[in-house]
């Protein structure tokens, strides 16, 4: 049923159990494991990585991101696919999905509860404009 399955991450503890659940579904269902990161190339600046890799010149702290939470879906079998979109969180993700032809978006629930939920947040404009089904995963005990 899912043969496609897309998930936003960030380096919280939420974002990784959200990592965790599309990993089980991908792997139940025999599906493909597409784990997104957003960025603001702006943001990134090579003062702040680490000096072994600031001589690299093209090494982006969301790559390293998505190789920690790769090895989460590698840990179930699966081989993800990674992307380092520029941009927005729920853009990104949607984008993926979309370039993808997923079946099924995951994300946690992270900012659905008090005023971020009234101004917006990731997982709402995710189910909002999403081209496929969306899984909106319980991850407030992980934060």
Known sequence: MFKSVVV????????RQAVIAAAEIAQLAG???????AYDPKAVRTDDLPVEFREL?????????????????????????VHASK?????AII?????EDADLIVVGNKGM???RR???SIPNSVAHDAPCSVFIVDTHEAG
């Not at 493909?32 to 990161?37: A, D, E, G, R």
């Not at 941009?87 to 853009?91: K, L, N, P, V, Y």
């Open 95 to 99: 984008g993926v999905a979309e370039q």
């Open 118 to 120: 009234v101004l917006g």
């Open 31 to 37: 599906g493909k494991l597409h784990i997104v990161t």
């Open 57 to 81: 010149g093209n090494v982006n702290p969301a790559d390293a991101l998505l190789e920690g939470l790769a090895k989460i879906a590698a840990q179930r079998g699966l081989e993800p696919i």
């Open 87 to 91: 941009g927005g969180a729920a853009e």
């Open 113 to 115: 509860k008090g005023v």
């Open 8 to 15: 936003g991450a960030d380096d919280s503890s939420t974002a």
